[in-house]
């Protein structure tokens, strides 16, 4: 419970969920120019052939609709971008005329990217033909038109990716697996040192150590050294463990020491309150299970609850897990001690909160 099944439910969870939750999407488009025109080349030559050597799609030349359509139809493609027979003769002509996207029932993502650049593409071009034809440039001459769209710059860069900073930072699927086991069972790693007074009362061992000739503190201090002891090491031994079979990467490693140790802290008060207010070892594990896994899941441990956003993610900030994920995130992305004190002092709330009442109730178990 402490230190065999935390590892194992993270190795099988960035095994079996890696792929779902990696970041490097491999989308295949096709593209099918019927009008073999000036302007499918730019397309196919200036925005597809770069992404493609961004590494963003897989670019696949089809030769008509129909084998673009069965393509999709395989499987083989995500999506497929149509430039209809006569595209270009419209355009230089001032007719409408419309490029076709076919998206994939299977891959809503690969049909979401197809669109948005066939439509980036198409505004690019209205806005070049007619700053063209403002210039009183021929826009049915090819060899002008490429003049213009040259100078205009519109050949270039047509399609363009910028990377913005994420205002909040989310582990990578590995490290968050890892860091979700590591405060989800320190909880139930906690919860021996306080059912075990309450058993050693029922059994009528404690009123043996009670009247023992040592000060009666004594008796709940050894329990929570050796919870505390217990909790510390199970965390150390899923964190080194997590970064040696599959890579989870932590951060500043002072920083994660801090959160760990809140993190037991905060489990022991929680779960000792929770104890203290049933009567039996079996009422006590069944209270603190379904707090354990109450906080866990709400909390964000088994999925990123701040993606959902809204009440959820407001509510998921009264447990520790939340603080803690949080914590993790910012020095995964390079963070200090420095950059977690809020999140550290939100857990050690909870530590303080709970703790006070809990081991104040729990002294009560071992007074003469």
């Given at each position: 419970?402490?230190?065999?099944?935390?590892?194992?439910?993270?190795?099988?969870?960035?095994?079996?969920?890696?792929?779902?939750?990696?970041?490097s999407p491999?989308?295949?488009?096709?593209?099918?120019?019927?009008?073999?025109?000036?302007?499918?080349?730019?397309?196919?030559?200036?925005?597809?052939k770069?992404?493609?050597?961004?590494?963003?799609?897989?670019?696949?030349?089809?030769?008509?609709e129909?084998?673009?359509?069965?393509?999709?139809?395989?499987?083989?493609?995500d999506?497929a971008?149509?430039?209809?027979?006569?595209?270009?003769?419209?355009?230089?002509?001032?007719?409408p005329?419309?490029?076709?996207?076919?998206?994939?029932?299977?891959?809503?993502?690969?049909?979401l990217v197809?669109?948005?650049?066939a439509?980036?593409?198409a505004?690019?071009l209205?806005?070049m033909?007619?700053?063209?034809?403002?210039?009183?440039?021929?826009?049915?001459d090819?060899?002008?038109?490429?003049?213009?769209?040259?100078?205009?710059?519109?050949?270039?860069g047509?399609?363009?990716?910028?990377?913005?900073?994420?205002?909040?930072?989310?582990?990578?699927?590995?490290?968050?697996?890892?860091?979700?086991?590591?405060?989800f069972?320190?909880?139930?790693?906690?919860?021996?040192?306080?059912?075990?007074?309450?058993e050693?009362?029922?059994q009528?061992t404690?009123p043996?150590?009670?009247?023992?000739p040592?000060?009666s503190?004594?008796?709940?201090?050894?329990k929570?050294?050796?919870?505390?002891?217990?909790g510390?090491?199970?965390?150390?031994?899923?964190?080194?463990?997590?970064?040696?079979?599959?890579?989870?990467?932590w951060?500043?490693?002072?920083?994660?020491?801090?959160?760990?140790?809140?993190?037991?802290l905060?489990?022991?008060?929680?779960?000792?309150l929770?104890?203290?207010?049933?009567?039996?070892?079996?009422?006590?594990?069944?209270?603190?299970?379904?707090?354990?896994?109450?906080?866990?899941m709400?909390?964000?441990?088994?999925?990123?609850?701040?993606q959902?956003?809204?009440?959820?993610?407001?509510?998921?900030?009264?447990?520790?897990h939340?603080?803690?994920?949080?914590?993790?995130?910012?020095l995964q992305?390079?963070g200090?001690?420095?950059d977690?004190?809020?999140?550290?002092?939100?857990?050690?709330?909870?530590?303080?909160?709970?703790?006070?009442i809990?081991?104040?109730?729990?002294?009560?178990?071992?007074?003469?």
């Amino acid at each position: 419970m402490v230190f065999v099944i935390p590892v194992a439910l993270t190795l099988i969870f960035s095994q079996t969920l890696a792929g779902v939750t990696g970041s490097s999407p491999e989308l295949s488009i096709a593209f099918v120019d019927t009008d073999n025109s000036e302007i499918g080349i730019v397309f196919r030559d200036q925005v597809l052939k770069n992404l493609e050597a961004d590494g963003l799609i897989v670019l696949t030349v089809a030769a008509d609709e129909e084998e673009a359509t069965e393509a999709i139809s395989a499987g083989n493609v995500d999506a497929a971008i149509v430039f209809p027979s006569g595209f270009a003769g419209s355009i230089y002509s001032g007719l409408p005329e419309e490029i076709l996207v076919i998206h994939n029932a299977n891959s809503f993502l690969g049909s979401l990217v197809a669109d948005a650049v066939a439509g980036s593409f198409a505004s690019e071009l209205n806005t070049m033909i007619v700053a063209a034809e403002a210039a009183g440039v021929d826009v049915r001459d090819a060899a002008v038109l490429a003049r213009v769209s040259s100078e205009l710059a519109l050949t270039q860069g047509i399609v363009t990716i910028d990377d913005f900073s994420a205002s909040r930072k989310q582990l990578d699927s590995t490290t968050f697996y890892s860091a979700g086991m590591a405060i989800f069972f320190v909880f139930f790693s906690v919860q021996f040192g306080i059912t075990s007074l309450i058993e050693e009362r029922n059994q009528g061992t404690l009123p043996r150590l009670v009247a023992a000739p040592i000060p009666s503190w004594s008796i709940l201090a050894g329990k929570v050294l050796s919870t505390f002891i217990i909790g510390v090491l199970s965390m150390a031994v899923l964190i080194t463990a997590s970064t040696l079979m599959v890579g989870a990467e932590w951060g500043n490693p002072v920083g994660v020491a801090l959160l760990v140790l809140l993190a037991v802290l905060s489990a022991m008060g929680i779960m000792t309150l929770v104890a203290t207010v049933t009567r039996t070892v079996e009422q006590a594990g069944n209270a603190q299970a379904i707090v354990a896994v109450g906080m866990g899941m709400l909390g964000g441990t088994f999925f990123p609850v701040a993606q959902i956003g809204g009440l959820i993610e407001k509510i998921s900030l009264l447990t520790p897990h939340a603080w803690f994920m949080r914590g993790l995130s910012g020095l995964q992305s390079g963070g200090d001690l420095g950059d977690v004190w809020i999140e550290a002092s939100a857990i050690l709330v909870f530590a303080l909160l709970t703790g006070a009442i809990g081991f104040a109730r729990a002294q009560k178990l071992v007074s003469p």
